[in-house]
């Protein structure tokens, strides 16, 4: 256990951003909008965060609510649009009305993105086959991590599908890093390290004022040194 896990934090803007930074985060997801989930932020938002803080930035590629692509040529522009203002990592997944991963639209995305680092999100936990969808999605360029909670519901209900998938690592779909998110509280930490999860992804669990108020340096702190210890 001596590899230090990641913390990834999301932020809405710059003092977000200096806030998570200050408190130990290693990676910043970079979204708006939280009523939604989270969707893509505006380029000027991104430029502003890069030049703010040095950790690594992923960046949401999601125009709507819910999990289907949506108008794929105005979601290639905005990519086109965040990579020109400094992004180089992303944040994306589709689904189909099935619940199947959306392939051609996430190739042709990441196609957009010319080999960028990119996670899955949580689409993993709404879709109708978990491995499927990781099998499907295997050797694509670039994809380097899942966020997930394990179940739609959240890490409470998704521990034993996260433990089991944590097994898994380094077969085929399971190549990239399982990040934990969802849900996620300070004393799930134990037992997802002790299956060997080593990157872990906070929202609300950084405002101690909820999403009206900003991350908070402190707060962020809290976990860091909780995965520091654990």
Same mark, same amino acid.
């Given at each position: 256990?001596?590899?230090r ?6 932020a #809405?803007g710059v003092?977000?951003a200096v806030?998570a930074e200050?408190?130990g985060?290693?990676?910043l997801? +970079?979204v708006?909008?939280?009523a939604? $989930?989270?969707?893509s932020?505006?380029?000027d938002v ?6 703010a803080?040095?950790v690594?930035l992923?960046?949401?590629l999601? +125009?709507? $609510?819910g /999990?289907?692509?949506g108008d794929?040529d105005?979601l290639?522009?905005?990519a086109?649009?965040?990579r020109?203002?400094?992004?180089d %990592?992303?944040v994306?997944?589709?689904? $189909?009305p099935?619940?199947?991963?959306? #392939?051609?639209?996430v190739?042709r995305?990441?196609g957009?993105l010319d080999g960028? *680092?990119?996670t /899955?999100h949580r689409a993993? $936990?709404r ?9 499907r999605?295997?050797?694509? *360029?670039? +994809?380097d991590?899942?966020l997930?909670?394990?179940?739609a ?5 998704? #521990?034993?599908?996260?433990t ?8 085929p ?6 990040m ?9 930490? *134990?037992a ?10 906070i929202?609300?669990?950084?405002? *101690? %004022?909820g999403?009206t108020?900003?991350v908070?340096?402190?707060?962020v702190?809290?976990?860091r040194?909780?995965?520091d210890g654990a």
């Amino acid at each position: 256990m001596s590899k230090r896990a990641v913390l990834e934090v999301i932020a #809405l803007g710059v003092e977000d951003a200096v806030a998570a930074e200050a408190g130990g985060a290693d990676r910043l997801e +970079l979204v708006t909008d939280m009523a939604a $989930d989270g969707l893509s932020p505006r380029p000027d938002v991104v430029a502003g965060i890069r030049a703010a803080v040095a950790v690594d930035l992923r960046v949401m590629l999601r +125009l709507t $609510d819910g /999990f289907a692509a949506g108008d794929l040529d105005r979601l290639t522009r905005v990519a086109a649009e965040l990579r020109d203002a400094g992004a180089d %990592q992303f944040v994306l997944g589709f689904l $189909d009305p099935a619940g199947d991963v959306d #392939l051609a639209a996430v190739e042709r995305v990441v196609g957009a993105l010319d080999g960028c *680092p990119w996670t /899955f999100h949580r689409a993993i $936990d709404r879709a109708a086959d978990r491995d499927a969808l990781r099998r499907r999605l295997c050797g694509l *360029p670039g +994809l380097d991590t899942f966020l997930t909670a394990g179940a739609a519901a959240g890490v409470d209900e998704g #521990l034993p599908t996260l433990t089991a998938e944590a097994a898994h690592t380094g077969t085929p779909g399971y190549e990239p890093r399982i990040m934990v998110g969802g849900g996620l509280r300070l004393e799930h930490v *134990p037992a997802l390290r002790s299956a060997g999860i080593d990157a872990f992804h906070i929202g609300g669990a950084a405002r *101690p %004022q909820g999403w009206t108020g900003p991350v908070c340096a402190g707060a962020v702190g809290r976990w860091r040194t909780t995965l520091d210890g654990a």
